[in-house]
C-alpha cells in the first residue's frame, strides 16, 4: 500500500533553516507528480511547492518563493523540502503527497518556527 513517511520537522528560530524529506513506498514513486502542502492551526491546508516526475518543474506559493526548495531522488523514492529564512509563519503541519487521479497524504510533520 501506499506510504508517505515524513520527517525533519522540528522547532527553529526565525532566520532558520530546515530540509523535510518525504520516504514513499508503495507505488512507482518516479511516475508521479509530488507536492508539500501545509496547515496552520485554525487555517486550510494550502499548497506549498510541487515538483513533476522528473523533478524539471517546479512550482511554489508565493509566500515561500526565494526561500523554500523542493527537489527529489527518484532512485532513493524521497521528496524533499529545504526551508530557509524560516518566520513565524511558516509554523504548520507540513505534509507530503502523491499526485495523480487518487491524492494520498503522509501523516505530516511539525514546524515551529520561534524565538
Known amino acids: 500500500q501506499v506510504q508517505l513517511v515524513e520527517s525533519g520537522g522540528g522547532l527553529v528560530q526565525p532566520g532558520g533553516s530546515l530540509r523535510l524529506s518525504c520516504a514513499a513506498s508503495g507505488f512507482t514513486f518516479s511516475t508521479f507528480a509530488m507536492s508539500w502542502y501545509r496547515q496552520a492551526p485554525g487555517k486550510e491546508r494550502e499548497l506549498v511547492a510541487g515538483?513533476?516526475?522528473?523533478?524539471?518543474?517546479?512550482n511554489y506559493a508565493d509566500s515561500v518563493k526565494g526561500r523554500f526548495t523542493i527537489s527529489r531522488d527518484n532512485a532513493k523514492n524521497t521528496v524533499y523540502l529545504q526551508m530557509n529564512d524560516l518566520k513565524p509563519d511558516d509554523t504548520a503541519v507540513y505534509y507530503c503527497v502523491k499526485g495523480g487521479m487518487r491524492r494520498y497524504w503522509g501523516q505530516g510533520t511539525q514546524v515551529t518556527v520561534s524565538s
Open positions: 515538483i513533476t516526475r522528473a523533478g524539471d518543474n517546479k
